[in-house]
């Protein structure tokens, strides 16, 4: 074989192998771009007993590869003990949430663009007593084309302070109102002394008065009977 003949497979060869290295890149691109996508879950202040607490739930698309809503992302946030679902809004970001028992769920088709990187929505809960001094509430979140190349920034915990539930304030005593005394009007009564039950009014002085002027008269008429009655 001539060497001109030789270098010529070699060169058909080498064009060949390169050819099917081309096919395989191609392939390999045409695949599910990879991307980073990481979770917050945050709130604001100390929860109480009694009160509505919020957590805010939050994406992030860290990477220069685009979402243009064909990938379905699942948030889980299991609620811990004390702590109940109250509602959301995950709708104003694009998904649909449920809870079942202590689990909340929220899924969603969330486009993600050079204008629009990261999205949040927020879950309400009911606060118990079993919820004091402190909890701790999981959030993490699935891709289900599991192109998601970052999977140690897809969950996140909150710890939160709970407070107890707040005393009542004490109502106040009403102060008395002082009730006047009234001193009563002395009123005129009517009495009957003597055989003849002759009225007399006014207060118990005057009445007494009254009776011993009568009996006088009567002791004096008496005597005086008595003294014409001698001389006869």
């Known amino acids: 074989m001539s060497l ?15 050819a099917m290295w081309g096919v395989a890149a191609t392939t390999a691109s045409a695949g599910l771009p990879s991307f980073d996508v990481s979770i917050s879950n945050t709130h604001v202040g100390s929860f109480q007993v009694g009160q509505p607490g919020t957590f805010t739930i939050g994406l992030q698309f860290l990477s220069p590869n685009v979402s243009t809503g064909s990938d379905t992302f699942t948030i889980t946030d299991v609620l811990p003990t004390g702590l109940t679902y109250a509602s959301d809004t995950g709708s104003a970001a694009g998904f649909t949430c449920s809870a079942a028992g202590q689990t909340v769920t929220c899924t969603g088709q969330p486009n993600f663009s050079s204008s629009k990187t990261s999205l949040s929505f927020t879950v309400t809960v009911n606060v118990a007593n079993a919820a004091v001094p402190s909890v701790q509430n ?52 009517v009495k009957a002394i003597g055989a003849n039950r002759l009225p007399f009014t006014g207060a118990r002085g005057l009445e007494w008065l009254l009776a011993g002027g009568v009996l006088v008269l009567m002791i004096g008429a008496a005597l005086t009977r008595l003294s014409r009655r001698r001389e006869h």
């Not at 001109?4 to 390169?18: E, N, P, Q």
């Not at 897809?154 to 009403?174: G, K, R």
């Open 4 to 18: 001109r003949r030789v270098s010529g497979l070699l060169v058909a060869t080498l064009t060949t192998t390169a």
């Open 138 to 189: 999981p959030a993490s979140f699935t891709e289900a084309d599991e192109s998601d190349t970052n999977p140690d920034n897809n969950s996140q915990v909150d710890t939160i302070a709970v407070l107890a539930a707040a005393s009542p304030s004490p109502t106040p005593t009403p102060t008395p109102t002082p009730t006047k005394t009234v001193t009563p009007v002395p009123t005129a009564t």
